[in-house]
DNA sequence: CGTGTAAGGAATTCTGACACG
DNA sequence: CGTGTAAGGAATTCTGACACG
């Protein structure tokens, strides 16, 4: 029973010039973006950003929203409204996940 | 009907740095499989090569083997050999596709 | 607030070659 | 044959700052 999944998806490998690329932002953006906190890319050694796919998907969807006038203050507080709604929701699982396993499947 | 499913397994998006990090070979080593055939990264403009997720999974397979003692030469005889293999089948599955856009469900 | 840019430096990557075997 | 390495150069990335607004 391991933490996190880790798919392709989130597994971070890409460097911020191909990001630039692939979301067609540009490198002062990008970095901007972490500086508000809203994203979190990993770093090598010598200190280069790495970011996962799930990541670029993140920056286009912020992108979007600054494009229609949100702030990135507002953007991030949206963001840990959702992340809390998501806790909640795993925490459930996982008190389901250990009620299920003492006494068996209660659904029904 | 495009042609060739994008997804997040084959973009080539990852450099050779991080390719070294997550298959533990050299970028020596990385570098002389693509001199002998066995795997084909893409180059963004400045020429720095971009590996995707599936280039790593097989590079490990690459390495494997030459553990084992096979020869480039003949890793990439086998390569070709799946190749075609796949390629007859995708072929087939084409053709059946064909006449059952033709004729309806042919099948049975 | 969000983004562009020039600046200087450091990390990353590239190629061709020599070496060993 | 497969891999290490030193060499020199070019591409990539980093940070902090000034600018505009």
Do not use: C, W
Not at 67 to 78: A, C, M, P, S
Request: glycine share 6%; no cysteine.
């Amino acid at each position: 029973m391991a933490a996190a999944e880790s798919s392709y998806k989130d597994k971070k490998v890409i460097t911020i010039g191909i990001v630039r690329e692939l979301t067609g932002l540009s490198e002062r953006q990008i970095r901007y973006y972490e500086e508000r906190k809203l994203i979190f890319p990993d770093r090598t050694p010598g200190g280069s950003r790495k970011y996962s796919f799930s990541d670029i998907e993140l920056l286009m969807e912020i992108a979007n929203k600054i494009e229609d006038g949100v702030q990135t203050y507002e953007i991030r507080q949206e963001m840990i409204r959702e992340k809390r709604a998501m806790d909640k929701k795993t925490h459930h699982k996982m008190i389901q996940g250990q009620l299920n396993a003492q006494f068996g499947i209660q659904k029904r």
